[in-house]
């Protein structure tokens, strides 16, 4: 159905289910900077499916059905709300930049921000009443996706601390089937910021953004400390 920047969409016998495909891709700056690295697809979708199970068990309901292969992952079929919602726990990357706060900067709480997905328009940052007035997802849908976010970040936030690691941002989609706003697309070091929480150490997609190398090293070694089998 579609070749995204990391994944691709195969539709399956059944309209309701999708069958997702986790490429070894890399992409940064809306598509500008592109390579291939071994192992990512696996990783990611091996990461993505550990995670989607834990936040499942706690009550957050998302589009995950069960992995297919190691690259690849059954899921419900959503329409997508094409806005992005990050979390932010510690300042880094465009907050950074647009703000002139420095990078590391830990928040007293987490800040919430939508983006309108686009790349041609390299996802500018919207508020409520954008999404709201231009048609891109209901008042009730925004009220959702906000407390969804913040849910994901009470589950993670502990997860990653006891890996050792630092959960700074992430970024998730939402879509609907059947009536109920469901989690979609993935969770992976490719939507996230984590850091060693003892050395501040990139385990993340800016590894690959800033060119800091060893990228599927890092990825792999988050997988350890999650406990996740490769
Ligand atoms: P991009 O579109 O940003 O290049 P990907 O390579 O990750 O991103 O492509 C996956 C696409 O599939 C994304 O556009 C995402 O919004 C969409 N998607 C993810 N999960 C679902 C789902 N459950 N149902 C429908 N579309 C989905
Ligand atoms: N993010 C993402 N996809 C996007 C934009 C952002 O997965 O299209 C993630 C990014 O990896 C980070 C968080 O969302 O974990 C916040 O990203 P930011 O707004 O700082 O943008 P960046 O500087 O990474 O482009």
Redesign the pocket.
């Known amino acids: 159905l579609y070749r995204g920047k990391s994944k691709t969409v195969h539709a399956t016998d059944d309209p309701d289910l999708l069958w997702l495909t986790f490429l070894n891709d890399a992409t940064a700056f809306d598509g500008a900077k592109k390579a291939q690295l071994d192992r990512k697809g696996e990783v990611n979708c091996k990461i993505n499916a550990f995670i989607m199970g834990k936040l499942e068990a706690a009550g957050v309901r998302t589009h995950f059905v069960r992995v297919l292969s190691d690259t690849e992952a059954l899921v419900r079929k959503l329409a997508m709300l094409p806005v992005?919602c990050?979390v932010r726990n510690v300042v880094?990357?465009?907050?950074s930049k647009r703000l002139g706060i420095p990078e590391g900067t830990v928040l007293p709480a987490p800040i919430f921000e939508f983006?309108y997905k686009s790349d041609a328009l390299h996802?500018p940052l919207i508020n409520d009443s954008h999404i709201e007035v231009l048609g891109w997802a209901t008042c009730d849908e925004i009220a959702r996706m906000k407390a969804l976010t913040f849910r994901v970040n009470d589950v993670l936030k502990p997860l990653f601390a006891a890996a050792g690691i630092t959960l700074v941002?992430?970024?998730l989609e939402f879509g609907n089937y059947r009536g109920e706003l469901l989690l979609g697309d993935e969770l992976s070091p490719?939507?996230?910021?984590l850091w060693d929480s003892t050395t501040n150490e990139k385990m993340d997609?800016d590894r690959f953004r800033r060119d800091l190398g060893n990228v599927i090293e890092m990825y792999i070694e988050v997988a350890k400390r999650l406990g996740v089998p490769l």
Request: proline content about 0%; some cysteine; overall charge negative.
């Open positions: 992005e990050v880094a990357g465009s907050m983006f996802d941002d992430y970024k490719d939507g996230c910021r997609k």
